[in-house]
C-alpha cells in the first residue's frame, strides 16, 4: 500500500466504479467463496475453473453465466475484500478522538480482520499480479484509500505532538505491510485469536509512530 493524503477528516464514500462485479446473488456469492477458498489452498496458477465448479457440484459451464472467466472471479473476490477494508478502516476511525485512539483502534481493526480472513486476504493482497492491467490499477486504487485511512492519523499525531514521527510515509508502510503480513501466517503458535492481534498490533503501531 502507497500513498499519502495530509487532510485529517473521514473521505466521503465514493461509488466504487466496479461494484457490478461483485454480484449480489447467492450463486454469484457460492462462486466467489468457492473460488477464494481454493486460490488460498492452490493458488491462483494452481487453481482451473473446473476445480471451482466442481467444488460446488457444478460444470465449468454453469459458472460463466455469473463470472466470464478466472481472472473476472480474481478480480470481483479482490475488489470485494479491499473495500471492505476501505469502509472498514472508516468504521473504526473514531470522529474527534485523539490521534493514539485512532491509530490504535483503526490498526486493531485491520489487523483482526487479516487474521479473521486470513484465506481469503492471502488471495486478495498476495495473487494481484494476475490481474489485468485494468483491475489491477482499480484494486490498487482501494489499498491507496486504506493506506491514506492510516496516514491521516500519523499526520494528525504528528502535527498535534501525539507522535513524534520521523518519516510519516514510512512508519505509514511499516504499519499496514504488519497488518497485511498476517495473513501469511495466521495462526500460528500462540496467536490463534484475531482479538490478540487486535491488540498487540494497536500497541505496535504506536510505538512505531513514537507516541
Known amino acids: 500500500m502507497a500513498g499519502a493524503d495530509v487532510a485529517d477528516a473521514h473521505p466521503a464514500r465514493e461509488a466504487p466504479a466496479g461494484v457490478e462485479v461483485v454480484k449480489?446473488?447467492?450463486a454469484a456469492k457460492r462462486i466467489r467463496d468457492a473460488a477464494a477458498e481454493?486460490?488460498?489452498e492452490n493458488g491462483y496458477g494452481g487453481t482451473t475453473t473446473r476445480d471451482i465448479a466442481a467444488?460446488?457440484?457444478?460444470?465449468?459451464?454453469?459458472?460463466?453465466?455469473?463470472y466470464r472467466s478466472k481472472e473476472d472471479l480474481l478480480y470481483a473476490i479482490s475488489y470485494e475484500g479491499h473495500r471492505r477494508?476501505?469502509?472498514l478502516l472508516t468504521d473504526h476511525d473514531p470522529a474527534g478522538a485523539d490521534p493514539a485512539t485512532r491509530l490504535r483502534s483503526v490498526v486493531g481493526a485491520f489487523a483482526a480482520w487479516h487474521a479473521t480472513h486470513h484465506a481469503r486476504g492471502r488471495v486478495i493482497q498476495y495473487e494481484l499480479t494476475a490481474l489485468s492491467p485494468e483491475h489491477y490499477r482499480t484494486i490498487l486504487g482501494l489499498?491507496?484509500?486504506s493506506?491514506?485511512?492510516?496516514?491521516?492519523?500519523v499526520d494528525a499525531g504528528a502535527a498535534d505532538g501525539s507522535f513524534a514521527v520521523p518519516d510519516a510515509e514510512g512508519v505509514?508502510?511499516?504499519?499496514t505491510s504488519l497488518c497485511v503480513?498476517?495473513?501469511?501466517?495466521f495462526p500460528s503458535g500462540r496467536y490463534t485469536e484475531p482479538d490478540q492481534l487486535a491488540g498487540l498490533y494497536g500497541e505496535l503501531a504506536l510505538r512505531l509512530a513514537g507516541a
Open 24 to 26: 449480489d446473488s447467492k
Open 38 to 40: 481454493a486460490f488460498a
Open 55 to 66: 467444488r460446488l457440484g457444478l460444470s465449468p459451464a454453469a459458472m460463466y453465466p455469473h
Open 85 to 87: 477494508c476501505v469502509e
Open 143 to 145: 489499498r491507496r484509500q
Open 147 to 153: 493506506t491514506q485511512i492510516v496516514r491521516r492519523i
Open 172 to 175: 505509514t508502510l511499516a504499519i
Open 181 to 185: 503480513d498476517i495473513c501469511r501466517w
